[in-house]
Protein backbone atom coordinates (compact mmCIF):
# COMPACT_ATOMS: atom_id res chain seq x y z
CA UNK A 1 0.00 0.00 0.00
CA UNK A 2 1.27 3.51 -1.34
CA UNK A 3 1.50 5.34 1.63
CA UNK A 4 2.33 8.60 0.27
CA UNK A 5 -1.31 8.14 -2.04
CA UNK A 6 -3.25 7.98 1.21
CA UNK A 7 -2.23 10.74 2.60
CA UNK A 8 -2.88 12.72 -0.46
CA UNK A 9 -6.28 11.46 -0.32
CA UNK A 10 -6.57 12.71 3.31
CA UNK A 11 -5.23 16.00 2.56
CA UNK A 12 -7.64 16.61 0.05
CA UNK A 13 -10.73 15.22 1.49
CA UNK A 14 -9.80 16.91 4.99
CA UNK A 15 -9.52 20.41 2.33
CA UNK A 16 -12.82 19.53 0.53
CA UNK A 17 -14.90 19.01 3.46
CA UNK A 18 -13.38 22.10 5.42
CA UNK A 19 -14.33 23.84 2.16
CA UNK A 20 -18.44 22.69 1.98
CA UNK A 21 -17.95 23.63 5.55
CA UNK A 22 -16.89 27.23 5.34
CA UNK A 23 -18.88 27.94 2.48
CA UNK A 24 -21.64 26.93 5.07
CA UNK A 25 -22.81 24.46 2.55
CA UNK A 26 -23.07 21.29 4.74
CA UNK A 27 -26.60 23.69 5.97
CA UNK A 28 -29.44 22.02 3.38
CA UNK A 29 -31.39 25.24 4.08
CA UNK A 30 -28.42 27.44 2.00
CA UNK A 31 -28.06 25.34 -0.44
CA UNK A 32 -32.50 25.52 -1.23
CA UNK A 33 -32.04 29.04 -1.17
CA UNK A 34 -30.13 29.54 -3.65
CA UNK A 35 -32.36 27.02 -5.62
CA UNK A 36 -35.14 29.06 -4.57
CA UNK A 37 -34.59 31.17 -7.53
CA UNK A 38 -38.44 32.89 -7.85
CA UNK A 39 -38.50 33.55 -3.72
CA UNK A 40 -36.07 34.75 -1.41
CA UNK A 41 -32.77 33.87 -3.33
CA UNK A 42 -29.46 33.38 -1.57
CA UNK A 43 -26.85 33.44 -4.47
CA UNK A 44 -23.51 32.06 -2.29
CA UNK A 45 -23.86 28.60 -3.70
CA UNK A 46 -22.97 30.47 -6.94
CA UNK A 47 -19.78 32.49 -5.16
CA UNK A 48 -18.48 28.63 -3.74
CA UNK A 49 -18.70 27.42 -7.49
CA UNK A 50 -17.00 30.25 -8.94
CA UNK A 51 -14.08 30.26 -6.06
CA UNK A 52 -13.56 26.25 -7.05
CA UNK A 53 -13.46 26.67 -10.52
CA UNK A 54 -10.84 30.00 -10.48
CA UNK A 55 -8.67 27.62 -8.45
CA UNK A 56 -9.14 24.59 -11.03
CA UNK A 57 -9.66 26.47 -14.30
CA UNK A 58 -6.04 27.82 -13.71
CA UNK A 59 -4.66 24.63 -12.44
CA UNK A 60 -6.04 21.77 -14.15
CA UNK A 61 -4.21 22.67 -17.92
CA UNK A 62 -1.27 23.05 -16.01
CA UNK A 63 -1.37 19.81 -14.40
CA UNK A 64 -2.78 17.83 -17.26
CA UNK A 65 0.66 18.96 -19.37
CA UNK A 66 2.33 16.93 -16.99
CA UNK A 67 3.14 13.32 -18.58
CA UNK A 68 1.69 11.82 -15.25
CA UNK A 69 0.54 12.50 -11.83
CA UNK A 70 3.22 13.17 -9.10
CA UNK A 71 2.92 10.43 -6.94
CA UNK A 72 1.11 8.03 -9.63
CA UNK A 73 1.09 6.46 -12.88
CA UNK A 74 -1.34 8.24 -15.05
CA UNK A 75 -4.10 10.36 -15.06
CA UNK A 76 -7.39 9.11 -14.97
CA UNK A 77 -10.13 11.63 -16.21
CA UNK A 78 -13.52 10.54 -17.80
CA UNK A 79 -12.80 9.88 -21.19
CA UNK A 80 -16.52 9.58 -22.47
CA UNK A 81 -17.43 12.43 -24.47
CA UNK A 82 -20.94 11.95 -25.69
CA UNK A 83 -24.16 13.23 -24.43
CA UNK A 84 -26.58 10.42 -24.16
CA UNK A 85 -29.81 9.80 -22.57
CA UNK A 86 -28.98 8.39 -19.26
CA UNK A 87 -26.44 11.25 -18.70
CA UNK A 88 -29.57 13.18 -18.81
CA UNK A 89 -31.90 11.08 -17.01
CA UNK A 90 -29.40 10.63 -14.02
CA UNK A 91 -28.21 14.62 -14.00
CA UNK A 92 -32.03 15.21 -13.45
CA UNK A 93 -32.92 12.63 -11.07
CA UNK A 94 -30.22 14.65 -8.98
CA UNK A 95 -31.64 17.48 -9.37
CA UNK A 96 -34.70 16.06 -7.86
CA UNK A 97 -33.38 14.89 -4.72
CA UNK A 98 -30.88 17.84 -4.60
CA UNK A 99 -33.89 20.21 -4.73
CA UNK A 100 -35.98 18.03 -1.78
CA UNK A 101 -33.49 18.07 0.86
CA UNK A 102 -30.62 20.44 -0.22
CA UNK A 103 -27.80 17.29 -0.01
CA UNK A 104 -25.41 16.49 -2.81
CA UNK A 105 -23.09 14.07 -1.71
CA UNK A 106 -20.29 16.10 -0.11
CA UNK A 107 -22.21 18.03 1.88
CA UNK A 108 -24.01 14.78 2.90
CA UNK A 109 -21.05 12.91 3.80
CA UNK A 110 -19.21 16.07 5.38
CA UNK A 111 -22.61 16.39 7.69
CA UNK A 112 -21.98 13.65 9.36
CA UNK A 113 -19.10 15.08 11.39
CA UNK A 114 -22.89 16.62 13.09
CA UNK A 115 -24.11 13.08 14.42
CA UNK A 116 -27.54 13.50 13.74
CA UNK A 117 -30.11 11.24 12.86
CA UNK A 118 -31.79 12.84 9.91
CA UNK A 119 -28.36 12.68 8.43
CA UNK A 120 -27.90 9.04 8.56
CA UNK A 121 -31.27 8.47 7.07
CA UNK A 122 -30.19 10.58 3.90
CA UNK A 123 -27.04 8.52 3.79
CA UNK A 124 -28.06 5.66 4.00
CA UNK A 125 -31.00 6.17 1.50
CA UNK A 126 -28.06 7.52 -0.86
CA UNK A 127 -26.16 4.25 -0.35
CA UNK A 128 -28.82 2.14 -1.09
CA UNK A 129 -29.53 3.85 -4.44
CA UNK A 130 -26.04 4.55 -5.43
CA UNK A 131 -25.43 0.45 -5.16
CA UNK A 132 -28.14 -1.24 -6.89
CA UNK A 133 -28.04 1.66 -9.70
CA UNK A 134 -24.03 0.58 -10.18
CA UNK A 135 -25.32 -3.01 -9.57
CA UNK A 136 -27.80 -2.27 -12.50
CA UNK A 137 -25.56 -0.57 -14.71
CA UNK A 138 -22.63 -2.96 -14.36
CA UNK A 139 -25.25 -5.44 -15.33
CA UNK A 140 -26.34 -4.07 -18.59
CA UNK A 141 -22.91 -3.27 -19.40
CA UNK A 142 -21.87 -7.17 -19.09
CA UNK A 143 -25.37 -7.57 -21.34
CA UNK A 144 -23.93 -5.73 -23.65
CA UNK A 145 -20.67 -6.95 -24.45
CA UNK A 146 -22.53 -10.56 -24.44
CA UNK A 147 -24.86 -9.01 -27.19
CA UNK A 148 -21.60 -7.50 -29.23
CA UNK A 149 -19.91 -11.24 -28.77
CA UNK A 150 -22.98 -12.39 -30.60
CA UNK A 151 -22.80 -10.41 -33.15
CA UNK A 152 -19.36 -10.67 -33.73
CA UNK A 153 -19.70 -14.37 -33.66
CA UNK A 154 -22.84 -14.20 -36.34
CA UNK A 155 -20.65 -11.98 -38.55
CA UNK A 156 -17.77 -14.39 -38.75
CA UNK B 1 -36.77 38.87 -5.71
CA UNK B 2 -35.36 39.28 -2.47
CA UNK B 3 -31.67 38.65 -1.73
CA UNK B 4 -31.27 37.26 2.04
CA UNK B 5 -28.35 35.51 4.01
CA UNK B 6 -25.79 36.50 1.28
CA UNK B 7 -22.31 35.16 2.44
CA UNK B 8 -19.99 35.91 -0.48
CA UNK B 9 -16.80 35.80 1.71
CA UNK B 10 -17.00 33.00 3.41
CA UNK B 11 -18.32 31.37 -0.02
CA UNK B 12 -15.57 32.33 -2.17
CA UNK B 13 -12.88 31.18 0.68
CA UNK B 14 -14.67 27.83 1.08
CA UNK B 15 -15.02 27.17 -2.98
CA UNK B 16 -10.83 28.11 -2.81
CA UNK B 17 -10.26 25.47 -0.52
CA UNK B 18 -12.25 22.77 -2.74
CA UNK B 19 -10.58 24.36 -5.68
CA UNK B 20 -7.00 23.58 -4.21
CA UNK B 21 -8.64 20.13 -2.92
CA UNK B 22 -9.29 19.16 -6.28
CA UNK B 23 -6.09 20.17 -7.48
CA UNK B 24 -4.24 18.23 -5.44
CA UNK B 25 -5.80 15.36 -5.84
CA UNK B 26 -5.02 15.86 -9.46
CA UNK B 27 -1.53 17.06 -9.71
CA UNK B 28 -0.34 13.58 -7.11
CA UNK B 29 -2.67 11.38 -7.82
CA UNK B 30 -4.20 11.95 -11.48
CA UNK B 31 -7.56 11.75 -9.93
CA UNK B 32 -11.24 14.05 -10.51
CA UNK B 33 -12.14 15.00 -7.05
CA UNK B 34 -15.66 14.04 -7.45
CA UNK B 35 -17.77 13.11 -4.36
CA UNK B 36 -20.36 10.26 -5.93
CA UNK B 37 -17.54 8.87 -7.69
CA UNK B 38 -14.93 8.33 -5.14
CA UNK B 39 -18.01 7.16 -2.85
CA UNK B 40 -19.45 4.75 -5.76
CA UNK B 41 -16.32 3.31 -5.87
CA UNK B 42 -16.79 1.94 -2.18
CA UNK B 43 -20.00 1.21 -2.12
CA UNK B 44 -19.88 -1.11 -5.16
CA UNK B 45 -16.40 -1.50 -5.90
CA UNK B 46 -15.56 -1.82 -9.79
CA UNK B 47 -11.42 -2.34 -9.32
CA UNK B 48 -9.26 -3.08 -6.23
CA UNK B 49 -8.28 1.06 -5.29
CA UNK B 50 -10.76 1.13 -2.24
CA UNK B 51 -8.25 2.32 0.07
CA UNK B 52 -7.58 6.26 -0.91
CA UNK B 53 -11.28 6.40 -1.77
CA UNK B 54 -12.09 5.51 2.11
CA UNK B 55 -9.47 7.50 3.24
CA UNK B 56 -10.27 10.65 1.10
CA UNK B 57 -14.27 10.23 2.76
CA UNK B 58 -13.06 9.60 5.98
CA UNK B 59 -10.93 13.06 5.27
CA UNK B 60 -14.24 14.56 4.29
CA UNK B 61 -16.08 14.40 7.76
CA UNK B 62 -12.76 15.06 9.64
CA UNK B 63 -12.76 18.66 7.91
CA UNK B 64 -16.23 19.15 9.04
CA UNK B 65 -14.93 18.04 12.38
CA UNK B 66 -11.82 20.10 11.95
CA UNK B 67 -14.51 23.21 11.29
CA UNK B 68 -16.40 22.72 14.28
CA UNK B 69 -13.23 23.14 16.10
CA UNK B 70 -12.07 26.02 14.84
CA UNK B 71 -15.24 27.70 15.79
CA UNK B 72 -15.13 30.13 12.49
CA UNK B 73 -18.18 31.90 12.26
CA UNK B 74 -20.38 32.90 10.64
CA UNK B 75 -20.57 29.30 11.27
CA UNK B 76 -23.11 26.24 11.32
CA UNK B 77 -24.01 24.85 14.70
CA UNK B 78 -26.53 22.44 14.15
CA UNK B 79 -27.61 20.72 10.63
CA UNK B 80 -31.65 21.65 10.54
CA UNK B 81 -33.44 19.53 7.35
CA UNK B 82 -35.65 21.05 5.07
CA UNK B 83 -37.87 18.41 4.86
CA UNK B 84 -39.64 15.44 6.93
CA UNK B 85 -37.93 11.58 7.05
CA UNK B 86 -39.90 10.46 3.91
CA UNK B 87 -38.73 13.54 2.24
CA UNK B 88 -34.79 12.40 3.19
CA UNK B 89 -34.93 9.12 1.69
CA UNK B 90 -36.25 9.54 -1.48
CA UNK B 91 -33.86 12.43 -1.48
CA UNK B 92 -31.03 10.02 -0.83
CA UNK B 93 -32.67 7.84 -3.44
CA UNK B 94 -32.88 10.37 -5.85
CA UNK B 95 -29.32 11.54 -5.71
CA UNK B 96 -27.51 8.02 -5.53
CA UNK B 97 -29.72 7.10 -8.43
CA UNK B 98 -28.96 10.17 -10.65
CA UNK B 99 -25.46 10.69 -9.61
CA UNK B 100 -24.55 6.77 -10.14
CA UNK B 101 -26.30 7.08 -13.84
CA UNK B 102 -25.50 10.59 -14.85
CA UNK B 103 -22.03 9.58 -13.68
CA UNK B 104 -21.09 13.19 -11.30
CA UNK B 105 -22.46 15.13 -8.89
CA UNK B 106 -21.79 18.67 -8.07
CA UNK B 107 -18.47 18.34 -7.73
CA UNK B 108 -17.21 15.74 -10.19
CA UNK B 109 -19.41 17.80 -13.05
CA UNK B 110 -20.37 21.30 -11.60
CA UNK B 111 -16.46 21.62 -10.65
CA UNK B 112 -14.14 19.37 -11.97
CA UNK B 113 -15.82 19.17 -15.34
CA UNK B 114 -16.40 22.36 -16.28
CA UNK B 115 -12.73 23.03 -15.15
CA UNK B 116 -11.68 20.35 -17.93
CA UNK B 117 -14.49 21.95 -20.28
CA UNK B 118 -16.15 19.06 -20.76
CA UNK B 119 -19.06 19.30 -22.48
CA UNK B 120 -20.83 16.26 -20.89
CA UNK B 121 -20.70 17.66 -17.78
CA UNK B 122 -21.94 20.92 -18.79
CA UNK B 123 -25.03 19.89 -19.70
CA UNK B 124 -25.19 17.64 -16.79
CA UNK B 125 -24.84 20.83 -14.50
CA UNK B 126 -26.74 22.90 -16.36
CA UNK B 127 -30.05 20.12 -16.29
CA UNK B 128 -29.76 19.34 -12.39
CA UNK B 129 -29.65 23.11 -11.05
CA UNK B 130 -32.78 23.32 -13.50
CA UNK B 131 -34.49 20.34 -12.28
CA UNK B 132 -33.58 21.58 -8.89
CA UNK B 133 -34.52 24.57 -9.22
CA UNK B 134 -38.02 23.45 -10.62
CA UNK B 135 -38.44 21.06 -7.93
CA UNK B 136 -37.98 23.73 -4.90
CA UNK B 137 -40.22 25.66 -6.77
CA UNK B 138 -43.06 23.25 -7.14
CA UNK B 139 -42.22 22.09 -3.43
CA UNK B 140 -41.94 25.74 -1.97
CA UNK B 141 -44.55 27.58 -3.96
CA UNK B 142 -46.76 25.39 -5.34
CA UNK B 143 -47.00 23.00 -2.69
CA UNK B 144 -46.12 25.60 -0.12
CA UNK B 145 -44.40 23.67 2.27
CA UNK B 146 -42.50 26.65 3.65
Known amino acids: ?41 DPSLAFVMAGALAVNIL ?47 GPMITAVSFVSTDIMIVLVA ?7 TRLWMRKQTNNQTEQERQVQSCIE | MEIINF ?16 AILLLFKGRIAGVSGIAGGVILPEKEDIPWRIVFLIGLVLGGLL ?7 PGVESIQPVTG ?15 ALGTGC ?13 LRSLVATLTFMLTAMITVFIVRHLLGSA
Not at chain 1, 126 to 132: H, R
Request: aromatic share 8%; proline share 4%.
Open chain 1, 1 to 41: MNLKSLLIALVSGLLFGLGLSVAQMIDPAKVVNFLDVTGRW
Open chain 1, 59 to 105: ATPFILKRNKPVCDTLFRTPLKEQIDRRLIIGASLFGVGWGIAGYCP
Open chain 1, 126 to 132: YIVGTFF
Open chain 2, 7 to 22: TPYSALTGGALIGLSA
Open chain 2, 67 to 73: YQLLGIS
Open chain 2, 85 to 99: KLGLVLAGLLVGIGS
Open chain 2, 106 to 118: TSGHGICGLARRS
